[in-house]
């Protein structure tokens, strides 16, 4: 079955970075795009970032651009998200998601379990 | 404040059935599918519809997706204390460029 694992999370100082990684199993990793998505502590769901299948493509949502970059290895079947210049308020579990498509269709139909990122000082 | 608007709770009683609207516009709902995502609490979000009113392998045809216009409707029906969760819609927004989700409605069967 499809499994998500994200891993590198942690606490950070503000002005800080930190690359999160996503290993990707169960599924044809390279046929499809990925998302990450966020949720801060008592919060909804907000997008943060996207990959083409092929990395050829991304977006990535006002809030987070300039800071983070996603990108993908699809030798090692593993998504990543650096982000730098963390403030306070990019606090949240960040979440790594499949599309249902090999580009953005809006659907995200597989989720990881999360990791957490803690921007304090 | 979100882009697609939800109701923030509703509620229903075991068995009874519920929907829960999300409201968007010409950018987004009303030129893209839409999904509904299922968060029970301390879990991650679970694709519950997709492409308006797709339901996934394993998901009861309990749960029902419909779209009009820039609106987007889920509905639950023979409610159980299981279905107690956020749920979320979401889509592309073709204006932003982005993923655009709705604040989330907290789901209490009472």
Redesign the interface.
């Given at each position: 079955q499809v499994q998500l694992v994200e891993s590198g999370g942690g606490v950070v100082q503000p002005g800080g970075s930190l690359r999160l990684s996503c290993a990707a199993s169960g599924f044809t990793f390279t046929t499809y795009g990925m998302h990450w998505v966020r949720q801060a502590p008592g919060k909804g769901l907000e997008w943060v970032a996207f990959i083409r299948y092929d990395g050829s493509n991304t977006d990535c949502a006002d809030s987070v651009k300039g800071r983070f970059t996603i990108s993908r290895d699809n030798s090692k079947n593993t998504l990543y998200l650096q982000m730098n210049s963390l403030r306070s308020e990019d606090t949240a579990v960040y979440y790594c998601a499949k599309d249902l498509r090999r580009y953005n269709s809006g659907c995200l139909d597989e989720w990881g379990q999360g990791t957490l990122v803690t921007v304090s000082s | 404040q979100?882009v697609l608007t939800q109701p923030p709770s509703v509620s229903a009683a075991p068995g009874q059935k519920v929907t829960i609207s999300c409201s968007g516009s010409s950018s987004n709902i009303g030129s893209?599918?839409v999904?509904w995502?299922q968060?029970l609490p301390g879990?991650?979000?679970?694709?519950l519809i997709?492409?308006n009113n797709k339901r996934?392998s394993g998901i009861p045809d309990r749960f029902s997706g419909s779209k009009s216009g820039t609106s987007a409707t889920l509905g639950i029906t023979g409610l159980q204390t299981g279905d107690e969760a956020?749920y979320?819609c979401?889509?592309?927004d073709s204006s932003l460029?982005?993923?655009?989700?709705?604040?989330?409605t907290r789901l209490t069967v009472l």
């Open positions: - | 979100s893209n599918y999904s995502y968060q879990t991650a979000p679970k694709l997709y492409e996934p956020d979320y979401g889509t592309w460029s982005a993923d655009v989700f709705g604040g989330g």
